[in-house]
């Protein structure tokens, strides 16, 4: 099985918004690579999301392009928080999609394929997916792809 790690949205700054809600920008490209998602039929199971405004919007558009009903709050996968013990909690038995900050999703695709959060192996965009999966028997999971919204 495997997971998907998304940076939420392009989202507005603090001055904008207090609660730092999607751009239209962020808004449609996230609807763009949920789109890119649905076409190419990527089984997902279930989407989780930080709690933040920003990740809440974003997993709200990949359900409802994916036709998935409900999204959760996930705890653990806010900006600063502990991957290792994160990692730990992971559902390999069904294609999970969690929506949330860097720079912890960068450090958890790390940890995960190198065993080291420090050691920087993918570099995220806002709105993108990166799609990881468990091949191994020592739990290291390779990169199998990546979506962006664009190449910047």
């Known amino acids: 099985m495997a997971i998907y790690l998304s940076q939420h949205g392009k ?28 076409q190419g039929r990527v089984q997902v ?9 920003r990740a809440l919007q974003t997993a709200m558009l990949f359900a409802k392009v994916l036709k998935l009903g409900d999204v959760s709050s996930c705890d653990g996968i806010n900006p600063m928080d502990d991957v290792t013990a994160f990692a730990k909690t992971l559902d390999t038995t069904m294609n999970q999609l969690y929506v949330g900050h860097l720079p912890f999703m960068q450090r958890l695709a790390s940890y995960l394929i190198t065993g080291d959060p420090k050691r920087p192996v993918i ?14 028997e020592n739990n290291l999971w390779v990169i199998r792809w990546t979506l962006v919204p664009s190449f910047e």
């Open 45 to 53: 199971d279930g989407i989780h999301h930080s709690g933040k405004e």
């Open 123 to 136: 570099e995220f965009q806002n709105g993108g997916v990166v799609c990881l999966d468990n091949v191994s």
């Open 11 to 38: 989202s507005a700054s603090k001055d904008i918004d207090p609660k730092r809600g999607l751009t239209e920008e962020g808004v449609a490209e996230v609807k763009y690579v949920a789109s890119l998602l649905q």
